[in-house]
């Protein structure tokens, strides 16, 4: 058994690596997209001028003209570029808006909600686990779907949103499985490259938007002055418009080609975010089971918000209705995942019914699996000093282990309640670090609290 686990965790590395070779190719490929764009407006340049010699307009560049070639190239570089800043600029606020505009509603910290209750205790032992500040969370309370998503431009402004329907069905080590898959989008910087990727493909759609403003613009203007169309002006403007027409093909051609690219760079790091899920928890089952209920339940992972199209990569299921073109879709067939997860699934998928996690299981820490697991909880259970190199800490971090979690778990159970709440509280968790910094020399102690009624305020040190 011992051979077979070592085996199949040396599967989902191998997946690991070769997810992450496939995502450099195809971003790779985005770059050559780039580059055939610039090439072909430059050709639609020259094509321009050739037609212009034709309707007396002047003499245009020859076939190659290294210096019109460098100004069409910069040209088109400094649109796509700025188109894609903005768009960056735009969506790099931090998850929180987006979370909001999908119709998330932030989990209080203190909710007695034995559904939200049991997710946040699973985001704060994956997010210690990982070495990551535990990120906010949001239920998307009119989703009935299961899925999830994480959002934001850095962890440290990341959030981790669930649907209702993911809260209800999903037991603790399938929503442990579904947290792993989110928390590998947050370490591996997956968040970060989607929006990056969604900013190069409005640069890309601003070469159409050109084409077509140029179109309307001739377009209105000609109209006006037909009278001049059968001079030179008229001659102009037809090349103008022709032009105007290439660039918004060729920019409509450049979206279509980069959204096929991004579809596939989404496919890869959801296979890369399964594999990972699993290398965390040691427990194929857990995410191996949401996906199966997904595929089982009748809304399955679709959501019904009006911006599920362009947040629809965030998301850890399919948030649109299955697509005939395969290509356009951001995710890998429910199918295709849990076979690479779980080589013995034969394609049966059980219908489920509607039901709700018992109350029991939103305290539960972990599954007996993962604390078996742990080599160092028994010492933190015992009240033992545990020694610890820096070193050994800091080549943790980001590479969480059912070891890991489980210690995260014990260790957020140990915490005493009224404390714990504290900690969880923005407004009280200032009172919990001045506490934590007090000396145990009475004299010294003294000194700091009247620090703290000086600077802070005299509730603050009561």
Not at 211 to 224: C, D, E, M, P, Q
Not at 296 to 309: D, F, P, Q
Not at 310 to 316: D, K, P, Y
Not at 318 to 334: G, Q
Request: positive net charge; aromatic residues 6%.
């Amino acid at each position: 058994m011992a051979a077979q686990a070592d085996t199949a965790t040396m599967d989902f590395f191998r997946h690991q690596e070769m997810a992450r070779r496939r995502t450099g190719f195809l971003i790779g490929c985005y770059v050559a997209a780039v580059v055939l764009i610039i090439l072909a407006v430059y050709a639609a340049v020259v094509l321009i001028f050739f037609y212009g010699r034709g309707a007396g307009v002047g003499r245009g560049p020859d076939l190659f003209d290294p210096t019109v070639f460098l100004a069409v190239a910069g040209g088109t570089l400094a649109i796509i570029l700025g188109g894609t800043f903005y768009k960056i600029s735009q969506l790099s606020s931090g998850g929180e808006t987006v979370a909001r505009l999908l119709g998330g509603r932030p989990v209080n910290p203190e909710t007695t909600d034995a559904d939200e209750r049991r997710i946040l205790n699973v985001v704060e032992e994956m997010a210690i686990a990982s070495g990551l500040p535990v990120p906010r969370v949001f239920i998307l309370d009119e989703e009935d779907s299961i899925n999830a998503f994480a959002a934001g431009f850095t962890p440290d402004d990341a959030v981790i949103g669930v649907t209702r329907g993911c809260a209800k069905l999903l037991t603790r080590d399938e929503l442990q499985g579904v947290i792993g898959h989110e928390i590998s989008h947050i370490l591996n910087g997956d968040m970060r490259l989607n929006i990056r990727l969604m900013g190069v493909l409005h640069g890309i759609l601003v070469i159409a938007l050109i084409g077509y403003g140029i179109l309307r613009t001739i377009g209105r203007s000609s109209s006006r002055t037909r009278s001049s169309s059968r001079g030179k002006g008229g001659g102009a403007a037809l090349a103008i418009m022709l032009f105007g027409l290439l660039l918004m093909i060729i920019g409509y051609i450049g979206v279509f080609f980069a959204k096929l690219i991004k579809s596939a760079v989404s496919r890869q790091r959801e296979f890369l975010a399964d594999a990972a899920s699993v290398q965390f928890t040691r427990n194929p089952g857990g995410i191996a089971g949401a996906l199966r209920k997904i595929a089982g339940w009748a809304a399955g992972s679709r959501l019904s918000t009006e911006h599920a199209e362009e947040a629809s990569h965030l998301f850890f299921g399919n948030a649109l209705a299955r697509s005939w073109f395969s290509l356009m879709s951001t995710h890998p067939p429910i199918e295709e995942r849990i076979r690479r997860i779980d080589p013995s699934f034969d394609g049966n998928i059980e219908p489920v019914r509607s039901r709700q996690i018992s109350s029991d299981e939103a305290g539960r820490p972990a599954s007996p699996a993962l604390q078996a697991a742990s080599g160092f909880t028994a010492a933190q259970s015992a009240g033992r000093t545990v020694t610890v190199r820096a070193p050994s800490i800091v080549s943790q971090v980001g590479k969480p282990t059912p070891a890991h979690i489980s210690y995260a778990a014990n260790a957020i159970a140990s915490i005493p309640p009224v404390l714990a709440a504290s900690a969880r509280n923005p407004n009280r968790a200032a009172h919990v670090i001045e506490a934590l910094l007090l000396s145990d020399r009475p004299s010294t102690r003294e000194i700091q609290l009247n620090a703290i009624r000086t600077n802070i305020g005299r509730e603050s040190a009561e």
